[in-house]
C-alpha cells in the first residue's frame, strides 16, 4: 500500500565506516521493522486464514483444507447484500451531501475576504476534534422528539453534519491551491461566480474533491455508533452493526464465516483507501487539519 | 447564482490588488457570497450544534426514557450524583488509563519508533510494514473490534503464543480486559502517529543529523538534543488528535467487552451508553455526555494553540 516514505539515507559517501555503520544500521532497522509489523499482521492474518478455514477457530491456525464455503454462506441477501447495499445508502448519502455542502461553503471562505471567515473557520477547526461519540445520547432524544429516529435521512443528515466541520476545512485547504487569476478571466468575461466554480475551479481541484469525497466515505463506512443509535429496524441497520448478529442471535459463533464477511465488508474502504493514498502525501486526515 | 451580479462581484481592477473591505460593496454583496455557505450551517446548526445545545439543556434535567411524561429541571444534582457514584468515578480512571496507555504511551511512541525506523529501513520492508499498520488503521471499527477479540480470548492468538513460549496464559478479556482494549487501540490507532511522525522526520534537513552524526552523538543523544525539538510541534498536535481520538472510542470497546466484566472496561462513553440506555436515565447520561464533551473542548482548544493556524 502506499504509504508516504522517507528519502533514502544512503549517499556516496567518503569515509567508509560511516558507509558500513549505515549499512549495519539499515539492517537492524529492517529487523526491528519486521518483528513489529509481524505483531500487528497477526490478528490480519487471523481473518484472512480463518476465511478460508473450514474448521476457523479463534487462533491463527493454518486450514487442513482451503475452501470458499465460508464466503458463499454469508453472501445470501440476509447476512451481506442487504445490510451492504444500506451501508452504501447512508454513507453515499451522507458523502454526497458532505462534499456538496462542503464545497460551497468553501468556495467564499476560500475566495472572498470577509471579517466573517476567521471566526466561522476558527469554529470549524474546533468543531472538527469535538468527540461526536459525546453528544450521541441527546442527538437520540432529540430525533426522538423530531420523529427522526429509525429514518434513513435523519441518519444520513446527521452523518453528514457530524463529518462537515473537516470537510469544509479540507475543501477550503485543497480550494485555496486554485489560483485565483484563472477565474478573474471568467469574472470579466461574465460568468457568475457559480459557473466559474463549476467549470473552472472544481476541474483543477479534482483530487482534492476525490479525497474529501473517500475520507467522508470511509469514516461513515466504518462508523458504529452513529448507526447504532439511530437506526433501530434490523433491515435498515448497515454492516457495521449487522456484523454484531454473528455474535448475538445465532447461537454459536461461527468464526470462518465471520472472518469471511469481515473481509467482504472491509474490502471497499481498503481499497478506496488505496487509491487515494498517494494523493494525501502525508496521510489520510493530516492533509488539512495537521498541516494547517 | 445571479449572473448580473457577477460583475460586481469582482469588479476590473487593473492593478491585481485585492478588492478591501466588504463595506463597500455592501450588504448585498456580502449576503449573496455568504449564501453558499448555508446549507452547510444550515446542517451543522440542526443537526450538530442543535444536540449540542440540548445536550447542555438536558443534562440538567431528569429526562427519562420510560414512565415519566414531564421531566424536570434539576438543576445539579446530575453532576453531584456522578461524583458521588462510584461507577462514575471507576469509569473517569478507566478512561484516564485508556488514553494514557493506548494514546499517550502506546500509539505515540509506537508511531514515533516506526516512523523512526522507516527512515533508515529500506524501501521494500518499509512498505511491507507500512502497509500492513495502515491496513490496520483502514479497518471498519468494529472489524478490529472482532480481529483483537479473537487475539486475546482464551483460545485466541496470543495464548497460543505464550503457551509455545511456555510463558503463562490467562483469560485476558476477562482478567485484564482494560489493558487488552487498550492494546486493541494501539494496534489500530499507531498508524495515524506514523504517518505524522514520517511526515515530521521528512522534513528535518538532512545535513543537522549528518553533522551531529560526524561529530560522533550516537542514535539515542541525536533523537534527543536534535530531532524531538525540531518536531515537538507534531508531537503536540499528534498527541492531542491522539487523545481525542481515544476519548470517543465506543465501538472497539463495545465489540470486545461491552465495558465488561463487571466494568472493568467501562470507560466513560460505554457509561454514558449504560445510563442513558440500558438504565433509561437519558439526564443523567447526558450530564456524562457533557463532561465529556467538556474535557474534549478543552483539548481542542489546546490543539488549535499549538497549531496556532494563520485562518
Same mark, same amino acid.
Given at each position: 500500500m502506499a504509504i508516504p516514505v522517507a528519502r533514502t539515507t544512503a549517499r556516496p559517501t567518503?569515509?567508509?565506516?560511516?558507509?558500513?555503520?549505515?549499512?549495519?544500521?539499515?539492517?537492524?532497522?529492517?529487523?526491528?521493522?519486521?518483528?513489529?509489523?509481524?505483531?500487528?499482521?497477526?490478528?490480519?492474518?487471523w481473518v484472512v486464514l480463518s476465511?478460508?478455514?473450514?474448521?476457523?477457530?479463534?487462533?491463527?491456525?493454518?486450514?487442513?483444507?482451503?475452501?470458499?464455503?465460508?464466503?458463499?454462506?454469508?453472501?445470501?441477501?440476509?447476512?451481506?447484500?442487504?445490510?451492504? +447495499?444500506?451501508?452504501?445508502?447512508?454513507?453515499?448519502?451522507?458523502?454526497?451531501?458532505?462534499?456538496?455542502?462542503?464545497?460551497?461553503?468553501?468556495?467564499? &471562505?476560500?475566495?472572498?475576504?470577509?471579517?466573517?471567515?476567521?471566526?466561522?473557520?476558527?469554529?470549524? &477547526?474546533?468543531?472538527?476534534s469535538l468527540p461526536i461519540t459525546a453528544i450521541m445520547v441527546p442527538v437520540y432524544a432529540l430525533f426522538v422528539q423530531v420523529?427522526?429516529?429509525?429514518?434513513?435521512?435523519?441518519?444520513?443528515?446527521?452523518?453528514?453534519?457530524?463529518?462537515?466541520?473537516?470537510?469544509?476545512?479540507?475543501?477550503?485547504?485543497?480550494?485555496?491551491?486554485?489560483?485565483?487569476?484563472?477565474?478573474?478571466?471568467?469574472?470579466?468575461?461574465?460568468?457568475?461566480?457559480?459557473?466559474?466554480?463549476?467549470?473552472?475551479v472544481l476541474p483543477l481541484m479534482g483530487p482534492g474533491v476525490a479525497v474529501v469525497t473517500v475520507f467522508s466515505f470511509v469514516m461513515m463506512w466504518g462508523n458504529f455508533f452513529v448507526p447504532f443509535m439511530l437506526l433501530l429496524t434490523p433491515d435498515q441497520m448497515p454492516a457495521s452493526v449487522?456484523?454484531?448478529?454473528?455474535?448475538?442471535?445465532?447461537?454459536?459463533?461461527?468464526?470462518?464465516?465471520?472472518?469471511?464477511?469481515?473481509i467482504i465488508y472491509s474490502?471497499?474502504?481498503? +481499497?478506496?483507501?488505496?487509491?487515494?493514498?498517494?494523493?494525501?502525501?502525508?496521510?489520510?486526515?493530516?492533509?488539512?487539519?495537521v498541516k494547517g | 447564482m445571479d449572473t448580473r451580479v457577477a460583475p460586481q462581484v469582482r469588479p476590473p481592477d487593473p492593478s491585481g490588488a485585492k478588492v478591501a473591505s466588504p463595506r463597500r460593496g455592501g450588504l448585498r454583496r456580502s449576503l449573496v457570497r455568504a449564501l453558499p455557505v448555508s446549507p452547510a450551517v444550515i446542517l451543522l446548526l440542526l443537526f450538530l450544534a442543535g444536540p449540542i445545545g440540548y445536550c447542555a439543556y438536558i443534562a440538567f434535567t431528569d429526562l427519562q426514557l420510560t414512565g415519566q411524561a414531564q421531566s424536570s429541571f434539576v438543576g445539579f444534582d446530575n453532576f453531584r450524583a456522578a461524583f458521588e457514584d462510584e461507577a462514575f468515578l471507576n469509569a473517569v480512571?478507566?478512561?484516564?488509563?485508556?488514553?494514557?496507555?493506548?494514546?499517550?504511551?502506546?500509539?505515540?511512541?509506537?508511531?514515533?519508533?516506526?516512523?523512526? &525506523?522507516?527512515?533508515?529501513?529500506?524501501?521494500?520492508?518499509?512498505?511491507?510494514?507500512?502497509?500492513?499498520?495502515?491496513?490496520?488503521?483502514?479497518?471498519?471499527?468494529?472489524?478490529?473490534?472482532?480481529?483483537?477479540?479473537?487475539?486475546?480470548?482464551?483460545?485466541?492468538?496470543?495464548?497460543?503464543?505464550?503457551?509455545? +513460549?511456555?510463558?503463562?496464559?490467562?483469560?485476558?478479556?476477562?482478567?485484564?480486559?482494560?489493558?487488552a482494549v487498550s492494546f486493541a487501540n494501539v494496534w489500530r490507532g499507531t498508524a495515524f502517529s506514523m504517518l505524522v511522525y514520517s511526515a515530521a522526520l521528512n522534513e528535518i534537513p538532512k545535513e543537522i543529523t549528518?553533522?551531529?552524526?560526524?561529530?560522533?552523538?550516537?542514535?539515542?543523544?541525536?533523537?534527543?538534543?536534535?530531532?524531538?525539538?525540531?518536531?515537538?510541534?507534531?508531537?503536540?498536535?499528534?498527541?492531542? +488528535?491522539?487523545?481525542?481520538?481515544t476519548l470517543s472510542v465506543f465501538g472497539l470497546i463495545w465489540v470486545m467487552t461491552r465495558g465488561g466484566p463487571s466494568?472493568?472496561?467501562?470507560?466513560?462513553?460505554?457509561?454514558?451508553?449504560?445510563?442513558a440506555f440500558q438504565k433509561s436515565m437519558i439526564g443523567y447520561g447526558t450530564a456524562v455526555a457533557l463532561l465529556l464533551l467538556v474535557v474534549g473542548s478543552l483539548f481542542s482548544v489546546v490543539y488549535m494553540r499549538l497549531l496556532r493556524t494563520e485562518v
Open positions: 567518503v569515509r567508509t565506516p560511516l558507509k558500513s555503520r549505515r549499512a549495519n544500521r539499515r539492517l537492524a532497522a529492517d529487523a526491528g521493522l519486521l518483528v513489529l509489523a509481524a505483531a500487528f499482521a497477526l490478528p490480519l492474518v476465511s478460508l478455514d473450514p474448521h476457523a477457530g479463534l487462533k491463527v491456525q493454518v486450514p487442513d483444507g482451503v475452501t470458499l464455503d465460508n464466503f458463499d454462506a454469508v453472501l445470501t441477501p440476509d447476512i451481506t447484500f442487504t445490510p451492504l +447495499l444500506n451501508s452504501l445508502i447512508l454513507c453515499g448519502g451522507g458523502t454526497l451531501l458532505t462534499v456538496v455542502c462542503s464545497t460551497l461553503a468553501a468556495y467564499p &471562505l476560500s475566495r472572498f475576504r470577509s471579517r466573517l471567515n476567521r471566526p466561522f473557520l476558527l469554529t470549524i &477547526l474546533f468543531a472538527t420523529n427522526l429516529i429509525d429514518t434513513v435521512q435523519g441518519t444520513i443528515f446527521f452523518f453528514a453534519a457530524s463529518q462537515l466541520p473537516f470537510a469544509i476545512w479540507l475543501m477550503k485547504n485543497f480550494m485555496d491551491g486554485v489560483p485565483k487569476e484563472l477565474e478573474e478571466a471568467a469574472w470579466t468575461d461574465g460568468a457568475s461566480s457559480l459557473q466559474s466554480l463549476v467549470r473552472i449487522s456484523i454484531n448478529e454473528f455474535f448475538g442471535n445465532r447461537g454459536t459463533v461461527v468464526y470462518g464465516q465471520l472472518a469471511a464477511f469481515s474490502t471497499p474502504v481498503i +481499497l478506496l483507501y488505496v487509491l487515494v493514498a498517494r494523493r494525501l502525501g502525508g496521510g489520510f486526515a493530516l492533509g488539512g487539519a | 480512571w478507566l478512561t484516564l488509563v485508556f488514553t494514557v496507555l493506548s494514546s499517550l504511551v502506546g500509539q505515540n511512541t509506537l508511531g514515533l519508533a516506526l516512523a523512526a &525506523l522507516m527512515q533508515r529501513a529500506s524501501k521494500p520492508v518499509r512498505t511491507v510494514v507500512g502497509g500492513i499498520v495502515v491496513t490496520a488503521w483502514v479497518l471498519p471499527e468494529v472489524v478490529a473490534g472482532f480481529l483483537l477479540y479473537a487475539f486475546f480470548r482464551r483460545e485466541g492468538t496470543l495464548n497460543a503464543i505464550l503457551d509455545w +513460549l511456555h510463558l503463562p496464559s490467562q483469560n485476558w478479556l476477562f482478567t485484564l480486559p482494560i489493558l549528518e553533522a551531529a552524526e560526524v561529530d560522533g552523538a550516537g542514535g539515542w543523544r541525536r533523537m534527543w538534543h536534535i530531532t524531538l525539538p525540531m518536531i515537538r510541534r507534531s508531537i503536540g498536535t499528534n498527541l492531542m +488528535l491522539n487523545t481525542l481520538q466494568g472493568k472496561s467501562q470507560t466513560l462513553p460505554l457509561f454514558m451508553y449504560e445510563q
